[in-house]
C-alpha cells in the first residue's frame, strides 16, 4: 500500500512525471470551479429571496463564516484576507472530504501538497505583512528586540512553514488509516460511523489549518 499517493505514478517521460497527487488535485480543482460556477450563476439576477438556491445559502453561510472567523483573529476587516484563505480552507476541506468516496485519494495525503500549502502561507506572511505596515516596518520585525535575534527570527518563519506541512500531512494520513482499520475491523457494523469520523476529521484539519494561516498573517500586520 502507498501511503503517499506521490508514490502512485501514473505516467512519467523523462522528469516529468504525473502522480496520483496531481490527478486528484486536478479533479478537485475542477469539481470546486464547475460547482462555483453553478453555484454563483444566479447571483445578481434575482431580488427574490424565495428564488434562492439552497446551493447558494449554503455558499454563503460558508463565506460570512470564513469572514467571521477571520475577523475575529485579526479585529479587521476580513476583505483583503478572505480570497487566499477562504480558498485554502474550501480547497482542503474539500479535498477532505470527498475521499470518503472509495476510488477518490485526497491529494492532501501527499506531503508535497501540504508543504505546497505551507509555502504559499509563508509567502503570504510577508506580503500581507509589507502590504499593512510597509517594508520598513515590516522588516524591523526580524530585529526585535535586538539584531542578535535576526537568525532566531527567521529560523522561527521557516519552522511554522514546516510544522504547518507535517501538521496536516500527518492527521490527513492519520485520519486516514484509522479509517481504513475501522472499516477494516467493522465492515458490516458502523461504515456510517466511520465515514462520519472521517468527514470529521477531514473538517476539523481544514478549520485549523485556515485559523493558524491567518494567526501567522495577523502577526505580521499587527501594528506596535
Not at 10 to 15: A, D, E, R, S
Not at 40 to 59: C, F, M, Y
Amino acid at each position: 500500500m502507498s501511503i503517499d499517493p506521490s508514490d502512485i505514478v501514473y505516467f512519467q517521460y523523462g522528469f516529468i512525471k504525473i502522480t496520483a497527487t496531481l490527478v486528484y488535485t486536478w479533479v478537485v480543482m475542477l469539481i470546486l470551479i464547475v460547482g462555483s460556477l453553478f453555484i454563483t450563476r444566479s447571483i445578481g439576477k434575482e431580488n427574490d429571496p424565495l428564488k434562492v438556491t439552497k446551493s447558494q445559502n449554503i455558499a454563503e453561510a460558508l463565506i460570512v463564516t470564513v469572514k467571521g472567523q477571520i475577523r475575529e483573529v485579526t479585529q479587521e476587516d476580513s476583505g483583503k484576507y478572505l480570497p487566499f484563505i477562504g480558498t485554502i480552507f474550501i480547497f482542503i476541506l474539500f479535498s477532505n472530504v470527498i475521499s470518503i468516496i472509495p476510488w477518490f485519494i485526497s491529494p492532501t495525503a501527499s506531503l508535497n501538497t501540504t508543504t505546497a500549502l505551507a509555502v504559499c502561507v509563508f509567502l503570504a506572511v510577508p506580503f500581507y505583512g509589507i502590504q499593512s505596515q510597509g517594508i520598513g516596518n515590516y522588516l524591523k520585525q526580524y530585529v526585535k528586540p535586538n539584531i542578535i535575534m535576526l537568525p532566531f527570527n527567521i529560523i522561527g518563519e521557516m519552522s511554522r512553514t514546516l510544522s504547518l506541512a507535517v501538521r496536516l500531512y500527518g492527521n490527513i494520513m492519520s485520519s486516514g488509516l484509522i479509517v481504513i482499520i475501522l472499516l477494516g475491523i467493522l465492515p458490516l457494523f458502523f461504515p456510517v460511523l466511520v465515514n462520519a469520523f472521517g468527514l470529521l476529521m477531514g473538517g476539523i484539519q481544514a478549520y485549523v489549518f485556515a485559523i493558524l494561516s491567518i494567526v501567522y498573517i495577523a502577526s505580521s500586520t499587527k501594528k506596535d
